[in-house]
């Protein structure tokens, strides 16, 4: 039975070896004698004017949960219409009912006024 | 492939209340999403509305034969439906009390209402789940609306902390209780409920199958019992209980706990029953250690709604007492004491609503100072809830905590039954603390009732019942044995 | 009859909730005539009832009249059991009662609560009925409780005294002790016959032989736990600490419920369960041993107490440890008898020191008092009769009881019965010392009574005075007239039952009986009555004759003294060990729960760890929940350990 996990477990090395080797080899190689120029900020010969972990504004967030949370409902129409024709009323009926919860959620977002940017 | 997928519309009808409910939900969604300012009122009827219906539909289908359809994943028997009509009951209930404390303090929004409602279709389905799945599906839908409704007093930081930390705890217990699902999934290769108890029950069951059962079994157990908030998967319950929005706080320490109850007895008896051996010993402990801390840590509260949260705890401990015992009027006790719990609870949040106005939460024992002199009618309503809670006869809890202890002796536990009593004794104590507040102790300031005249009612017909019914008790108790 | 019966019981309760709900309508005067003509309708009926039973010898009425509930095999009923015992006990209930009512009328005269009151007493004269009419022990633990909730109510009467309200919380807590015992005992009979019926599970009782249960005989276990309620609801040792503080509440109560009724719930249901407690001898050695250190070391108390209610209080103690000693010597009569007797004279004794009471203004202290002879002849005169019954004076009531009482005690064939012997005649000396040490310090010598309250000084109301001397009537002669039937002649045999093989104390005691007037005579030759006129004598030298040898005994014996002062401790005993102890326990199961378990343990001895966790979540969350999430993982560790190599089903077994 475990072999059927051999696959499986070529990808994980074969992952992390990509992940980790170029990395690795960099750090082993490379030469390293850090002295207080090196270590200072760089940017253009300027100090840094802010953070580089800048702010985004919060409707980024909103608008982009709201994307996955569609992307991913919608992902489930594929599957569904690959065996359509085999599925016949009851797949459309079924796939109409979950369409239009999504829509009903969609109304709701909309009037909220979430989708607005200001 | 094509008969797979062949529907009896028929079938449809056993799922009547959900398919209502859920259609409810979407108008009253998009009807909300219409109303101008002055007509937000109209939310609230239309979701009493939906519940009273939901629950007449579920009153229907009492004495329907067992049916099982959605591909064996959903199961319509007697307890699914009574079930189903006291969650009707006790959410309009809830509904009345919340409304009060929703307009006293600027929380009446009809995205609450929705979200109770979503709430309620969880339990729905979690009460009438017949596949892991389907159960875990209904548990999540009820987890991921109550941590919502927590966070809808999004201005105070205590709600929020509540609504998180209820969050990621949740989602810890979810993550255990698919783990343990995922383990019997494994062994028994099939997520439907009967087949998991006839593969359970089989006599020729190796060593190894046993192991991997209880193995998963352990991670069930951890999940149901962080649902019920047994100890040591308590943690959450105090402080969840004491920042959330009373009416919040009301709503998720009653009707979800009939729904937790019948996902235990979906999972551990109508599918594990013959495991009962292996999962008894560790019910046991969790109950014990329930009972003891919620007894002895309540003691300590000067926040009621806290010490509530302490009580919930020991209440759950007798509930699970009863699955203890493995006899059918063990199970039957315990559901009774749920649903009486439920009761009881409401009336005791509900009198905690009612002192509430803006700016007052009245959730500090020293707030009940002298409410007998005040408003001498709540007064004996809350000491009727207390007296019931701390098991006095002939209050409708003392029949609850009576049938479990019972059931204890007569099977043979009479040392657990002891020290569940002696733990009984000392909760007595805190509970005693509120009526002596209520009765013997001069108000410091002064307390106004402002509670509009249907919930003054409602609650007073809720705190009579529990003395009314404990007077008549028989026939609930019947009921309750009769859904085994 | 069965409507007779159903009179009884509901004609109170009717009044009480006329008084309850409407008495602020109503006013006064209506609001106490329907509670006293329900009670005295009671009355009336309780003596044809009596009448029927006891004196035509009607045939036994045991009938369940409304089914509560059935839980499988079990049926819990509200049904009569009325037999010659229902029947005594329903006189002896009424009777006081109505007295109770009738005293009330002027005792309350200047309450607030007067209606309120009323609707009390009631109240508990109906749950008293329901009680001692029962046929099942779910009924009787419902009367049991009944009584006990509306005693608490009435402790805390005057709900503005911080004393009132602290004897309130006492009575209740040490009563949950009881009621904890008790119901564990109806539990156990429930297990073993199925029933709660008393008929059945008395017939069922073969079940019990030969069963074991934490190493006693189950009966034995049975009737402990049982007789732990008994000590609870009848202030045995040591659960007799809340009597005392009872006497916080009206006077009237104190009588009625605290000294004539309530408190012999107990006695009485011990007899009622004589069938049970005849199987055990361990159980019957254990009631009376603490039967007779209650009767003799709460007597004790009674000396050196001034207040007047106090040492009434303690007295009621020591004679239900009389009544304790008779159950324990399978003498079941004449623990009823003693019970009846003393309910009379008790009831007598305590409407006089509330007589008393009144007249000095709500002065309770007996050093404050001296010389009402004069002043109030009635109460002097039946306060005499009272105090002559209590001691057992030849002739009256508590006479006959008493003696019965120690006579039975004396032919008794338990181990430590002859400890008990002693204990129960030196009982006779100290009743007499306390009870005629009060009776001095009030009534006789020189007034002490402040010149104030001297001027008002005057008999009570006839509401007051008449009850005294109805009391006063039965509290002299009832001994003399029902000795013989009651004990020797059958008037409780349908309800008692004695393994007289084993247990030869009543048959030995009908062979000395030789008619009632032929003891008083006799009595002169026994060490009781010399030791009862010692007490006497003693009383009059401590308390009128040289007063000041009272104090130089107290100072030369000062230890002695300070033990009987603090009541032997035993307040501080349960405040510290009890009350204490729990909160502690609280506080500590809270500090490791709530305030973390693992800031102490686990951030102490394992900082580095739970550090780099910590700093990981905490910039994320501001509350402790890696806390509550640790804990929960740390419990499935524990719980998956024990499931897999522990517990009854041990699944990975492991060589070690």
Not at chain 2, 272 to 282: E, F, I, N, R, V
């Amino acid at each position: 039975m475990l072999e059927n996990y051999l696959p499986i477990m070529v990808f994980i090395f074969l992952g992390i070896a990509f992940g980790v080797g170029p990395m690795l080899i960099g750090y082993l190689l490379g030469p390293s004698k850090p002295d207080e120029e090196k270590n200072s900020q760089f940017e253009c010969g300027f100090p840094a004017f802010d953070d580089s972990r800048m702010y985004f504004n919060i409707r980024y967030y909103l608008v982009a949960i709201l994307f996955i949370l569609f992307d991913l409902e919608v992902a489930f129409v594929f599957p569904w219409a690959v065996v359509q024709s085999d599925l016949g009323w009851f797949g459309f009926i079924a796939m109409s009912v979950f369409l239009f919860l999504l829509v009903v959620g969609f109304v709701f977002e909309w009037k909220k006024g979430a989708l607005e940017w200001e | 492939m094509m008969n797979t997928f062949q529907f009896d519309t028929a079938l449809l009808l056993v799922a009547l209340p959900e398919i209502f409910l859920l259609s409810s939900i979407v108008v009253i969604l998009l009807v909300d999403l219409f109303l101008t300012k002055g007509f937000k009122q109209v939310t609230y009827y239309l979701t009493q509305f939906s519940l009273f219906i939901t629950g007449l539909l579920a009153f229907n289908l009492i004495g329907h034969p067992e049916t099982v359809i959605f591909s064996n994943s959903f199961v319509l028997d007697n307890m699914a439906s009574v079930f189903k009509v006291f969650m009707m009951g006790a959410t309009m209930v809830a509904m009345v009390y919340s409304r009060h404390y929703l307009t006293q303090h600027s929380l009446f929004r009809g995205e609450y209402f929705v979200l109770v409602l979503l709430s309620v279709l969880g339990m729905m389905v979690m009460v009438s789940g017949y596949s892991l799945l389907t159960l875990y599906l209904g548990l999540e839908i009820l987890s991921l609306s109550l941590y919502t409704l927590i966070a809808i007093a999004r201005e105070r930081s205590g709600a929020i902390e509540a609504a998180l930390k209820y969050f990621v705890l949740g989602a810890i217990a979810s993550g255990l209780l698919l783990y343990g699902m995922s383990m019997i999934y494994g062994i028994s290769g099939s997520l439907n409920i009967s087949e998991i108890s006839a593969f359970a029950s089989d006599a020729n069951l190796g060593s190894r199958e046993t192991l991997i059962i209880n193995f998963g079994l352990v991670f069930l157990v951890i999940g149901i019992a962080f649902k019920l908030g047994a100890v040591p998967f308590h943690m959450w319950v105090p402080d969840v209980y004491q920042g959330s929005p009373t009416s919040v706080t009301m709503f998720l320490s009653t009707v979800p706990k009939i729904a937790a109850v019948a996902m235990l007895v979906r999972i551990l008896i109508d599918g594990l029953g013959a495991m009962h051996p292996y999962w008894s010993d560790l019910f046991m402990v969790l109950a014990l250690l329930s009972i003891a801390l919620g007894s002895v840590v309540a003691l300590m509260q000067t926040n009621i709604k806290r010490m509530l949260a302490y009580s919930t705890i020991s209440h759950v401990g007798f509930i699970m007492l009863g699955f203890v015992t493995g006899v059918v009027t063990g199970y039957g006790a315990a559901t009774f004491y749920v649903l009486v719990y439920v009761f009881m609870s409401l009336a005791a949040f509900g009198i905690i609503i009612l002192l509430n106005k803006k700016g007052f939460e009245a959730d500090q024992i020293s707030d009940y100072k002298g409410l007998s002199k005040h408003s001498p009618w709540f007064a004996l309503m809350m000491l009727i809830v207390i007296l019931s809670m701390a098991g006095v006869p002939p209050m409708l809890g003392f029949y609850s905590k009576f049938f479990i202890l019972q059931q204890l002796v007569s099977a043979g536990f009479v040392t657990i039954a002891i020290i569940a009593v002696v733990f009984a004794v000392i909760s007595a104590y805190y509970y005693l603390q509120i009526i002596k507040s209520m009765y013997f102790e001069d108000s410091e300031k002064e307390i106004v009732v402002s509670a509009p005249m249907d919930m003054k009612l409602i609650l007073s017909i809720n705190a009579i019942l529990i003395l009314v019914i404990g007077l008549f008790p028989d026939f609930w108790m019947k009921l309750a044995l009769s859904l085994f | 009859m069965e409507n007779i019966y159903l009179t009884i019981a509901l004609a109170p309760l009717l009044g009480a909730i006329i008084a309850g709900f409407f008495g602020g309508m109503l006013g006064r005067k209506a609001t106490h005539t329907i509670t006293i003509l329900g009670v005295l309708v009671s009355t009336v009926l309780a003596l044809y009832v009596f009448n029927h039973h006891v004196l035509e010898k009607g045939e036994i009425f045991n009938q369940n009249l409304y089914t509560w509930m059935q839980i499988g095999s079990l049926n819990i009923s509200v049904g009569f059991l009325i037999d010659n015992l229902t029947s005594v006990m329903l006189v002896v209930v009424s009777f006081v009662s109505l007295m109770v009512h009738i005293y009330t009328i002027g005792y309350m005269d200047d309450d607030d609560g007067y209606t309120k009151f009323f609707s009390y007493i009631s109240l508990f004269t109906f749950s008293m009925f329901m009680l001692v009419m029962s046929n099942n022990f779910m009924q009787l633990f419902f009367g049991w409780e009944a009584v006990g909730l509306v005693s608490y109510l009435l402790i805390g009467f005057w709900h503005h005294k911080e004393s009132a309200v602290e004897a309130n919380l006492k009575a209740f807590l040490v009563n949950r002790v009881g009621d904890f015992g008790f119901l564990l005992g109806i539990g156990l009979v429930l297990a073993f016959s199925g029933s709660l019926d008393y008929a059945e599970v008395f017939s069922s009782l073969d079940n019990t032989t030969n069963q074991q249960l934490w190493g006693l005989d189950l009966i034995t276990v049975i009737c402990l736990l049982l007789f732990v309620g008994a000590m609870g609801k009848s202030a045995q040792v040591p659960l007799h600490v809340w009597l005392p503080g009872s006497m916080e509440g009206p006077t009237p109560i104190s009588a009625l419920i605290h000294a004539a009724t309530m408190v012999t719930a107990g006695i009485f249901m011990v007899s009622r369960m004589s069938p049970m407690f005849e199987l055990s001898d361990v159980a019957l050695t254990v009631v009376m041993v603490i039967g007779a250190i209650t009767a003799l070391f709460m007597g004790l108390l009674g000396i050196v107490q001034n207040d007047i209610k106090k040492v009434v209080a303690y007295s009621t103690l020591s004679q239900l440890g009389y009544m304790t000693v008779a159950l324990g010597v399978s003498a079941y009569s004449v623990a009823i008898f003693h019970l009846m007797t003393h309910a009379f004279f008790k009831a007598l004794l305590f409407l006089g020191a509330g007589s008393v009471i009144v007249a000095m203004h709500h002065e309770q202290d007996i050093r404050k008092m001296g010389g009402l002879r004069k002043k109030m002849p009635i109460t002097y005169w039946t306060a005499l009769v009272g105090t002559l019954a209590l001691i057992g004076f030849p002739g009256f009531a508590g006479f006959y009881s008493k003696d019965m009482i120690i006579e039975a005690v004396h032919f008794s064939s338990l181990p430590y019965a002859e400890w008990v012997y002693y204990a129960v005649v030196a009982g006779v000396f100290i009743t007499a010392f306390y009870s005629f040490r009060m009776f001095f310090l009030v009534f006789h010598g020189k007034s002490r009574v402040d010149h104030h309250t001297e001027e008002h000084l005057h008999e009570s109301a006839p509401s007051i005075t008449f009850p005294l001397i109805a009391l006063a009537i039965p509290s002299a002669v009832i001994g003399y007239f029902t000795i013989d039937p009651m004990l020797f002649n059958g008037w409780l045999d349908n309800a008692i039952t004695i393994d007289a093989e084993k247990h030869v104390s009543m048959t030995e005691l009908s062979n000395i009986f030789h008619g009632a007037a032929a003891m008083i005579p006799h009595a002169v030759q026994t060490l009781p009555f010399w030791m009862m006129v010692g007490g006497i004598a003693t009383a009059w030298v401590f308390s009128l004759y040289r007063t000041q040898w009272a104090d130089w005994v107290q100072n030369k014996f000062h230890r002695t003294n300070y033990a009987l002062e603090s009541l032997y401790g035993f307040d501080r005993f349960n405040e510290i060990v009890f009350v204490g102890g729990i909160k502690k326990l609280g506080n500590l199961l809270w500090k490791v729960s709530d305030m973390g378990i693992i800031d102490k343990i686990a951030v102490n001895g394992s900082a580095r760890l739970v550090g780099f966790i910590g700093s990981v979540v905490r910039p994320i969350q501001t509350g402790y929940v890696y806390h509550y999430a640790f804990f929960m993982i740390f419990s499935l560790l524990i719980i998956l350990t024990w499931v897999l190599f522990a517990g009854d089903n041990p699944l990975l077994q492991i060589e070690f």
